[in-house]
């Protein structure tokens, strides 16, 4: 059984940039966590350290039953899929994946079954005697895979493996990847940048922004009640309308351009807050009534099994996210916010109010 426990670990470089603030995470056996954020969010360096390519500053990382902040990459029984494959262009494919397992001085026959289940897991089989430049992307990836499974590690990680493949495989990719680890049971790790990969594939993710963690939970959690203004504009395609609001006290907010919204909760305080919406919560009438606002149509995007509706309310982009039986009549339409699809969040703070 392996968990994976983070324990206030953070990393700061020599020059004093402090690349990842105290952060904390229990992933327990079994369990496929994704570190999303954008560039420079850290994420990358927290998994790093947990591989042992980067020195702990402080803090500690267990694997298992182990501290492993000492050991060498080799001495922690992980294995790791990167973004460029890493595969040995003069090797084939057989020799990359067996490569492992032959300088920890297994034995041929041992070799041969593992190269052979993990290929025939992957649907590999048919390009084992193939070098590297003779496959396609996802073949090298999936070589990749495969020389990760045949060591039978207790922690998979990825770094960020599919950002080289089209958006055609990286959906197939993305489905083979989830697949084969819930056969394989095995812990796993996940980087990506892309909140589609992180929303898709994960069991939990955790949401890091400017070296910290703004928040972990399952994607619906993150989804349905982000913790932050980050979280909830970073996740979710397109991003959650934001508007600038004033809380009255009395269950309703001010908000400019569109006068007052009345909220299905009350609020500990008054004052600046930020009000958001998901797209696909807006829903769009013909008449005014509470929590509307009169619209005018910007732009209409057609995505084959929806539309969305861009707009401005005040100086202030807006998006709608409409079906593709929903009629549209350009000249009296209006956006209503329903109260129970509102997100409150402090202005200053940007938390979750």
């Not at 327990?28 to 390519?53: D, Y």
């Not at 958006?167 to 084969?180: D, F, G, S, V, W």
């Not at 979280?231 to 004033?246: E, H, Q």
């Amino acid at each position: 059984m392996t968990k994976v426990v983070i324990d206030k670990v953070r990393k700061v470089y020599p020059n004093g940039t402090e690349a990842l603030s105290p952060s904390s995470l229990d992933i327990a056996h079994g369990e496929f966590i994704v570190l999303v954020g954008p560039s420079g969010c850290g994420k990358s360096t927290l998994l790093r350290m947990i591989a042992g390519l980067e020195e702990i500053t402080d803090g500690t990382i267990s694997i298992g039953d182990r501290v492993v902040n000492d050991l060498d990459p080799a001495e922690r029984d992980i294995a790791m899929v990167f973004q460029n494959y890493a595969l040995y262009p003069h090797m084939s494919v057989y020799q990359n994946m067996a490569y492992g397992l032959k300088n920890r001085g297994r034995s041929k026959p041992d070799i041969e079954t593992a190269v052979s289940k993990a290929a025939k897991l992957l649907h590999i089989e048919e390009f084992l005697h193939r070098r590297p430049s003779q496959l396609s992307g996802g073949q090298r990836q999936r070589v990749a895979m495969g020389r990760a499974i045949v060591r039978d590690p207790s922690l998979f990680l990825f770094d960020e493996p599919l950002s080289n493949l089209d958006a055609k495989l990286r959906n197939q990719m993305r489905i083979e990847i989830r697949k084969l680890q819930r056969e394989l049971d095995v812990t796993s790790i996940y980087v990506t940048h892309d909140q589609i990969e992180a929303m898709t594939m994960a069991d939990k993710i955790a949401v890091l922004n400017t070296g910290r963690i703004e928040q972990i939970g399952t994607p619906s959690e993150i989804y349905h009640k982000p913790a932050s203004i980050f979280v909830a504009s970073f996740m979710g395609a397109p991003p959650m309308n934001i508007l600038d609001g004033k809380y009255n006290g009395n269950g309703g907010v001010e908000v400019a351009d569109l006068g007052q919204l009345t909220i299905d909760h009350a609020l500990k305080t008054t004052g600046k807050v930020q009000v958001g919406i998901r797209p696909e919560n807006v829903e769009i009438r013909t008449e005014a009534s509470q929590n509307t606002v009169a619209i005018k149509i910007d732009f209409l995007e057609e995505l084959g099994a929806g539309r969305l509706l861009h707009t401005m309310i005040g100086s202030t982009p807006f998006i709608a996210h409409l079906d593709n039986e929903h009629p549209i009549d350009s000249d009296n339409i209006f956006a209503h916010l329903p109260p129970q699809a509102l997100h409150l969040f402090d202005a200053e703070t940007g938390q979750r109010v």
